[in-house]
Nanobody, 127 residues
Framework: QLQLVESGGGLVQPGGSLRLSCAAS????????IGWFRQAPGKEREGVSC????????NSADSVKGRFTISRDNAKNTVYLEMTSLKPEDTAVYYC????????????????????WGQGTQVTVSS
């Protein structure tokens, strides 16, 4: 069974940091572009950051550039989202998703291109 599992969420104060993990089971992430998305209460889900199969293409939303870093460790079948300088507006449920893609294709934060989704992990930024 193909499954993505997010972890690492929690409650953090403004200015703090968290590292989210997205682990795959039942398939290997080598063949997939991975994206992180989030949905805040009362808002639509939005793209946060994505990384291509090769790791050479990364796209991030303007709201997180300079603060969030996406990376992948194919040996561990895991993708990470390092979040620093967190703000209250980063509060959301964070989801990772996988898109089976050609090796050299750049990644995009188009939700309809992603085939598999995790259940999400809650991130709350509050003092």
């Amino acid at each position: 069974q193909l499954q993505l599992v997010e972890s690492g969420g929690g409650l953090v104060q403004p200015g703090g940091s968290l590292r989210l993990s997205c682990a795959a089971s039942g398939f290997t992430l080598d063949y997939y572009t991975i994206g992180w998305f989030r949905q805040a209460p009362g808002k639509e889900r939005e793209g946060v950051s994505c990384i291509s199969r090769s790791g050479n293409s990364i796209n991030s939303a303007d709201s997180v550039k300079g603060r969030f870093t996406i990376s992948r460790d194919n040996a561990k079948n895991t993708v990470y989202l390092e979040m620093t300088s967190l703000k209250p507006e980063d509060t959301a449920v964070y989801y990772c998703a996988a898109d089976k893609a050609l090796l050299l294709r750049p990644c995009r934060l188009a939700q309809n291109e992603y085939d598999y989704w995790g259940q999400g992990t809650q991130v709350t930024v509050s003092s």
